[in-house]
C-alpha cells in the first residue's frame, strides 16, 4: 500500500507539472518594447510575429509603437522606452552622433520604397523630364533628398541640377503637386498607386535605381541590450525573420493583415507585396557596398563632417540569423 500510495503521488506530481508547465512557460516570456519610425509594408514582420506566434516561440511578450519618423524611434531608443527599432538605413548616423544604439541587423537593400509621384496631368515620364524641376518630401537631409542628389548627379546634371523642398508630411505633398506648386513628390509607391486609383496621380519610376548598394531598411538595439543581454537580442532577430519568411510564402495572409494595418485596399496591397516580397532579407547579413554608400551620404546630407567607423555604427555578432 506504501508503495501504491507513493506512485500514486508520484502520478499527481508529474500531473500537475504537466498541467502547470504553460502557465510557467508564459510567466518566463520576456516583455520587449519595439518600435517603427513610420507605419510601412516592410514593418509588419512584425505584426506577423504576434499573430502567428513566432514571438512568444522566441520567448518574447511583444508590443509595437509607430514613433512617427526616424529622429523620433532615435529618442525613444535613447530614453530607454523602446529596446529595438525598425528604421531607415540613413539612421545610422544617429549611432555616429552618439545615439547609444547600434545597427544589429539590415532586412531589405535598395530603397524600393522611395518613388517620384506626379500629378496625373504631368509630363514628366522619366529621370530625364525632372532636370531644373522642384521635387518636394516631407523633410530634406533626409534619404529622400540624398537620392534626388544621386538621381541628379548621375544624370550629369550636378547636385544644383534639381530644385529641392520639405512639405512636412505627405499629404502637403500631395497637395502641392496636385495644384502644380511642385513638379513631383517622393513617396512609398503605396501612396503613388492609390493617387492612381483616384485618377489624381502615378508614381513616375522608383529611385532605387540610382543606389543599387543600400541598405533601406536596418534593426536597431540599445547598445545595454547588446552589451548585457546578448540572448535576447539573438532571439529578437529569431523572431522578425521568421515573421519574413512566412510573409514571402503566405501573400493571402500577409496582404489581408497589410490592408488592416495600413489601411489601404487589398488591390493596391496585393500589387505592394508583388513589388516587395522577394526585396525583403532572408538573413539580416550587412552589405559592405551598402554600409559605404550609407557611411558616404551622411556627409554628403551634411550630418557628419566625416564617414563614421563602421564599427561605431553597427555589430555583425547576431548575423547572419537562423529563424
Given amino acids: 500500500m506504501r508503495v501504491g500510495r507513493t506512485l500514486s503521488f508520484m502520478a499527481l506530481a508529474f500531473a500537475t507539472l504537466v498541467y502547470r508547465a504553460p502557465l510557467d512557460r508564459a510567466q518566463a516570456l520576456d516583455k520587449v518594447h519595439a518600435g517603427t519610425a513610420v507605419a510601412l509594408w516592410a514593418f509588419l514582420p512584425l505584426q506577423i510575429g504576434q499573430e502567428q506566434g513566432f ?16 529622429a523620433k524611434l532615435q529618442q525613444a531608443l535613447t530614453a530607454g ?35 517620384i509621384i ?8 522619366g529621370p530625364a523630364d525632372l532636370k531644373g524641376k522642384l521635387v518636394v518630401m516631407p523633410g530634406v537631409g533626409s534619404v529622400s533628398e540624398w537620392l534626388v542628389w ?23 505633398n500631395v497637395a502641392a503637386i496636385k495644384t502644380h506648386q511642385a513638379d513631383a513628390m517622393t513617396g512609398p509607391p503605396e501612396v503613388g ?13 522608383s529611385l532605387a535605381q540610382f543606389a543599387p548598394h543600400f541598405h533601406a531598411h536596418i534593426i536597431f538595439a ?50 505592394i507585396y508583388d513589388e516587395l516580397a522577394p526585396w525583403l532579407e532572408s538573413d539580416g ?21 566625416k564617414e563614421p567607423a563602421t564599427e561605431d555604427i553597427i555589430t555583425t555578432k547576431f548575423v547572419p540569423v537562423k529563424p
Fill in 55 to 70: 514571438w512568444q516561440k522566441n520567448g518574447i511578450d511583444l508590443d509595437i509603437t509607430n514613433n512617427g519618423s526616424d
Fill in 193 to 205: 498607386y492609390l493617387l492612381e486609383k483616384e485618377g489624381e496621380g502615378h508614381v513616375a519610376f
Fill in 150 to 172: 544621386q538621381m541628379a548627379i548621375q544624370e550629369g546634371w550636378g547636385k544644383d541640377g534639381i530644385r529641392t523642398a520639405g512639405q512636412g508630411s505627405i499629404a502637403a
Fill in 81 to 115: 522606452s523602446i529596446d529595438f527599432g525598425l528604421g531607415s538605413g540613413a539612421a545610422m548616423a544617429f549611432a555616429a552622433k552618439g545615439s547609444p544604439v547600434h545597427a544589429v541587423a539590415a532586412f531589405a537593400g535598395e530603397p524600393k520604397t522611395v518613388t
Fill in 285 to 305: 547579413h550587412f552589405d559592405p557596398q551598402a554600409i559605404a554608400v550609407l557611411k558616404k551620404s551622411f556627409v554628403d546630407m551634411g550630418i557628419l563632417d
Fill in 222 to 271: 540599445r547598445n545595454d541590450i547588446i552589451q548585457n543581454n546578448p540572448d535576447l537580442v539573438t532571439r529578437f532577430l529569431k523572431g522578425f525573420f521568421a515573421g519574413i519568411a512566412y510573409m514571402k510564402t503566405h501573400k493571402a495572409e500577409t496582404t489581408a493583415l497589410a490592408v488592416k494595418e495600413l489601411h489601404n485596399t487589398p488591390e493596391i496591397m496585393n500589387r
Fill in 118 to 125: 506626379v500629378a496625373a496631368d504631368s509630363p514628366v515620364k
